[in-house]
């Protein structure tokens, strides 16, 4: 417990208690309208249930900022994932943290782009796994990832010009 | 007509059969040893313990084309499994049989070996030069490296041989040490050889399984890095040549190994000498060959050149001091 | 001939190994910029046995991806089954019956085994030794013949269902599985210690030879035996147990020398434990049901859901979100080789072309699994 505390109250510093913006649209209450928007923060969540004992969303902006917390905690970046909510016209990144040994705790790191022109930071200069990860992310939906040194195919062939997990995307 | 020519003719038939029937069936031998090793069967299908299978192998590499990659070095490339071959083949002119079984009885005969072992050698170069292929060309740069290591330990040793016996002709060598085996090199009791000889034949030994590119010193063609080594871009007869050539070789080392340590022909009790006596010897030589290549694994090129370099040649020096200094002491 | 000026010092060459490659066990290739014998840069390009596995998982429903899972790790399928039936049950609340959950230790920790004698067989091909690997296949048969009878297939299994098992185990089954741990635990010590661990060419070969460390670990996000071979303690089975696992005692095997003889021990070891699991597992064995109530169709919350197993390579997660449809909205696999690849770049530089390959064959890779 202690492990997880002290990792939401440093994660907790990246948001102030009052968010400027409020734009980010958590992908739970897609169906159920009376639930009101999630606002970026950290939720402590039911391991459990879920698999991860903090839920962060954040802004695009602060992936990098949430990266290098994590890496200044001893966690290590597990995967990166990417989700299409296309009715949303958003697309999410999911970066999830791991760490090995030690007090267990897992930390899903969420961020939401527009769908158009979808750019998020590299965390790659603090995690180098995340060189391979974000270009798989890039390959599936074409999330281009400001910085990354080597943004290229790495699943499908070099000269493919789609990004097959997109919603839309029709073989 | 002179009788000469008859008796060339006998040995170039002799010699061609011999060779042919081990390149063949040591293959045979090695499979079947192998998969002994290995808890399987081996060939059984082709004859009685797949005694046709080096047959039915052979009739297959014929029939297929000997297919020149585009960018290889055309004439070279189709000479390098002739090379492998051809020396390999020349060097059992001079080896002594049994007594009276010798093609030719050369002074020299030790030395003319070692110039066609280098020629084998060349083939390899050559090969896997004119192959155009990146894996051949480190496997070639490998072989060459490993030869020149392994050379330089294996001529001290026999050096210590010649010394012994005083003779460069192996006929010689061999008839020196007849009458049991407490006179042949390797357990001389006269001037107290065996205290050192052994040690001669061990890296003699070794030697001859990395002259041959054998495993686990089987650095040109080690499958699992360089894919086949030199002989990637080979196939049919080309492939075939190179292996038969392997083969040879290694009879061919063997034989050295009987004659210049073990008696050649000599019964190791002193009884009726002959040339079964030479025959088990080679053959049980060759089994500790596939014996040793189906049970360990492969080293790396740079420990098996510190071991030449490191190892075998100081103790091979050491051994060429010490041997000399018992035949002048005694 | 006319060479640029800006290539005359430039001695190097590239070497492409795969993707068709003795060494690569599969179709991995790995550009290397070779300077003689010695690696100066080498890159892994991935994706030539890619099938889109998250795609076909998105368009189908829960259970149609079941058989996929067994398709990428085929040396472990087993263990990929588990981790996608611990997720979706995780997601859609099912209960499973405890002889099931013990039925599918016992069955995980046999194809770890398999998974392991296959990458020991491998690995020693990779160094040039032949024979260790029919000794390993004949061992490996005896798992496979058991698993064939109580799964129905021999290597890619879809044995698991959301709630259970599909197949209970019998008698023979149990006196199979005895016989086999008493078979494995005579043999390990004679066919694989003496003839191989204990031989001076392979420690000379693998002593020191791709030391990865702890940090590079965390960095690159190593696990499973990679990792225990770099003196991190981490085995999900035991630092998040799931399933049964907590109801067993085994260790976990951790070697501090980070090299590749220590990846090899952790995965020696690995087995004995493995076999201590499943010889309590059968002790245990519950009676009851093996499967429990889950609903035809399934149609979890929505939400987002992790789950990780431990494979016979490492941790492998699965993310899933799903949006109260009946299909898997977006289901993505955190495949162990793949973060356990990303690191060969970093580590292989400077070493000679054996040795990368002798390290390579350390990470255990099946390349299937780091493709999708």
Redesign the interface.
Known sequence: MERQEQTRIALAKLFPAEPVVAAAVAAEGSNQEELPPRLAGVVSQDFARHGSHLDVLCHSEQVVAVAEIMDSEGFFLESIAGVDWLDKQQLEVIYDYNRLGGEHCRVTVRTLIPRIEPVVPTICGVFPAADWHERETFDFYGVHFQGHPNLIRILLPEDADFHPLLKDFMP | MDTSIWRALFYLVGIMAFAGLNAAYLGWCERKGAARIQRRIGPCEAGYGGLWQPLADGLKLMSKQLLVPQGVDGIIFRLAPVLAMVPAITSMVVIPFSENIQARAMELSVLLLFALASLGMLAILLGGWASGNKYAIISSARAVSQNLAYEIPMLVTVITVVMISGSMNLREIAIDQQGGFWHWNIFRLENGHFLTMWISFIIFFICSVAETNRAPFDMAEAESELVAGFMTEYGSMGFGLFMMGEYLNIVVGACLTATLFLGGWDCPFGLTPGVWWFLIKIYVLIFTFIWIRWTYPRTQIYRLLNLSWKILIPFSLANLLITAALIKVF | MTVPVHLRHDET?V?NLGPQ???THGVLRVKLTMD??YVVKAEPV??YI?R?H??MA?GGTFAQFMPNTARMDYLHALAFNHGYAL?VE?AAGIEVPERAEFIRVITVELNRIASHLLWWAAF????????PL??AF?DREKIIDLLERVTGSRLTYCYMRFGGVYNDIDDEFITGTREFIKRLRSRLPRFYHD??TH?I??I??IKNIGIIT?EQ?????A?GPV?RGSG???DIRK??PYSVYPEFDFDVPVFEECDSMARYMVRMHEMEQSLRIIEQALDKLPDGPVMGKAPKMLKPE???????VETARG?L?H?L?C??GKNP??L?L?SPT??NL??YG?VAEGM????A?AFMGSLDLVIPEI??
Request: charged share 30%; aromatic share 14%; net charge positive.
């Open positions: 060459f070497l490659h003795p060494a003689g014998e991935l994706g890619h889109m998250e795609k998105e997720v995780k020693l091909l990779d160094l040039g030794g032949f024979t029919l000794y004949d003839l191989v031989n060419i392979l000379k070969r702890p670990c965390r960095r690159y996000g696990t990792a991190i303690s981490y630092n998040e929505a939400g987002y859901y992790y789950s990780a941790s997660g993310r979100v949006d109260g909205y977006k993505k955190r793949f973060s990303s690191l970093e000679m072309l054996a040795d390959l493709d999708r």
